[in-house]
């Protein structure tokens, strides 16, 4: 059956810029989550959404991020502004339930900011 | 201040013989923790899993051990094959729903 997919692969963009990186979850995965991954890095938790609500966004680090997952089911992360230390592998993740399930990932998007 | 360890970048084992990839956490709240495989350019993929109430899980060739007193885990691979060249990422959760906190990652090479 298909993973969970993102799109684009590689993002190069310019600071102060802004962009949108998409994530198709599995279907029927209720849970979604954000991570960020810079070099050398383990995955960075940014956000989590139980259907279409973010129950968690501790991890976002300031107000230039903001995600969204309207329809319980694909979700954009939106970067305003964006600045070099931006730059970094954004991983999606989904999962079939709410408790003590393993998380499955995408591909990523690989941001490059100039 | 990092809540999960993975202190050695790197780890090189001969082919056959049994790899140990060792993982530390400071947070006693956590109690759920992953194993997860990530090759370049792909996500990482989910290998294995424990809960707090257990303190050995086996899955084929993989077996996590987990000392809740250290605040300790490790998974063991063995026999180890040449396909298991790859980063390995020990990952935590408290109460299971919440996003993962990883640590940086231990890549191991399964030499001929």
């Known amino acids: 059956g298909a993973g969970v997919s993102q799109t684009p692969s590689n993002k190069v963009t310019e600071k102060g810029k802004y962009v949108e990186l998409r994530c198709d979850p599995i279907?029927?995965?209720?849970?979604l989550y954000w991570y960020r991954q810079s070099l050398g890095q383990g995955p960075e938790f940014l956000i989590y959404?139980?259907?279409?609500?973010?129950?968690?966004d501790s991890g976002l680090p300031n107000d230039r991020f903001f995600a969204v997952r309207p329809e319980g089911s694909v979700s954009t992360l939106k970067i305003q502004r964006t600045e070099r230390g931006d730059s970094a592998v954004y991983l999606c993740a989904s999962s079939i339930g709410s408790s003590y399930n393993e998380q499955f990932f995408g591909p990523g998007t690989r941001l490059t900011v100039l | 201040d990092q809540q999960v360890k993975q202190n050695s970048p790197s780890l090189s084992v001969q082919e056959g013989r049994i790899s140990i990839l060792n993982c530390d956490y400071t947070n006693s709240m956590f109690d759920y923790f992953l194993w997860y495989k990530k090759y370049p350019a792909e996500g990482p993929t989910f290998l294995i899993s424990i809960s707090s109430i257990k303190d050995k899980n086996e899955d084929g060739r993989f077996t996590v051990f987990l000392n809740k007193s250290a605040k300790h885990l490790s998974l063991h691979i063995v026999p180890s094959q040449p396909g298991d060249s790859a980063v390995y990422f020990c990952?935590?959760?408290?109460?299971?729903?919440?996003?993962?906190?990883f640590g940086k990652g231990t890549h191991l090479i399964i030499q001929p």
């Open positions: 279907s029927g995965h209720t849970a």
């Open positions: 990952a935590a959760s408290e109460g299971g729903a919440d996003g993962l906190t």
């Open positions: 959404f139980q259907g279409t609500g973010a129950a968690d």
